[in-house]
């Protein structure tokens, strides 16, 4: 089944570590997306990529990198430059980023939490 | 700039009864806006996208409608039962093609 994998599924963070978020899709899916999550908050997009090796920040992209060297794959890096990483973060693709009308497809998240 | 609204945060109804989850939105320049429900430590599953020009869609018990105008959207669902349980969030894609989101509604069928 086609689908969006996100890896690990609880992610543990010391202080000063900078960590990475696993996100791979077999959708052939062009657009992929990096959204955090906060309790009581609207999802906000950290970075998005409208095809492979071309990636934008989004609206709170300080304290994060991105790679998109493959088509399949977009792994979310959380540097020691970010102070508050606790968050549940979602990894999403959708066929174009105009999104044609088409919905955005999520993974099932990684919660990260600081030691 | 765009905000979304969900009122209200959360939400609980005995099973069998129909209901009304509310989104609002500032601008209204969309090219659409979106449905998903989220359950408890999961990712989002898309339920309804409604086209900027369309006024409701419909997928078996649900239906969203949208008034632009007013900046308005409503989830309709019919029927309720304990499976519905979960938090429904709303969407709208602005004229930059960015998904801009509410905080959610928690829903609560009480069977």
């Known amino acids: 089944d086609g689908g969006i994998t996100q890896s690990p599924k609880y992610l543990f963070r010391k202080e000063g570590q900078n960590v990475t978020l696993s996100c791979e899709q077999n959708?052939?899916?062009?657009?992929m997306y990096w959204y955090r999550q906060d309790p009581g908050q609207g999802l906000r997009l950290i970075y998005y990529s409208q095809i492979v090796n071309d990636f934008q920040k989004g609206d709170i992209a300080e304290g994060y990198s991105v790679s998109r060297e493959k088509k399949e794959s977009f792994p979310l890096t959380v540097t020691s430059a970010q102070k508050n990483p606790t968050a549940f973060y979602l990894c999403?693709?959708?066929?174009?980023?105009?999104?044609?009308?088409?919905?955005?497809?999520f993974g099932d998240g990684t919660r990260l939490s600081i030691l | 700039k765009q905000e979304v609204t969900q009122i209200p945060a959360a939400l609980s109804v005995p099973e069998g009864e129909n209901l009304v989850l509310n989104c609002s939105f500032t601008d209204s320049a969309i090219y659409n806006l979106q449905w998903f429900r989220q359950d408890p430590g999961k990712g989002l599953t898309s339920l309804l996208l409604i086209q900027s020009s369309q006024r409701e869609q419909t997928s078996g018990r649900l239906n969203a409608s949208l008034d632009k105008s007013s900046g308005r959207s409503t989830l309709y669902i019919a029927a309720s039962q304990p499976g519905d349980s979960a938090t429904y969030l709303c969407?709208?894609?602005?004229?930059?093609?960015?998904?801009?989101w509410g905080a959610g509604t928690k829903l609560i069928i009480k069977p």
């Open positions: 999403a693709s959708s066929i174009v980023w105009t999104g044609d009308n088409q919905p955005q497809h």
């Open positions: 959708l052939n899916h062009d657009a």
């Open positions: 969407a709208v894609m602005d004229s930059n093609y960015q998904l801009i």
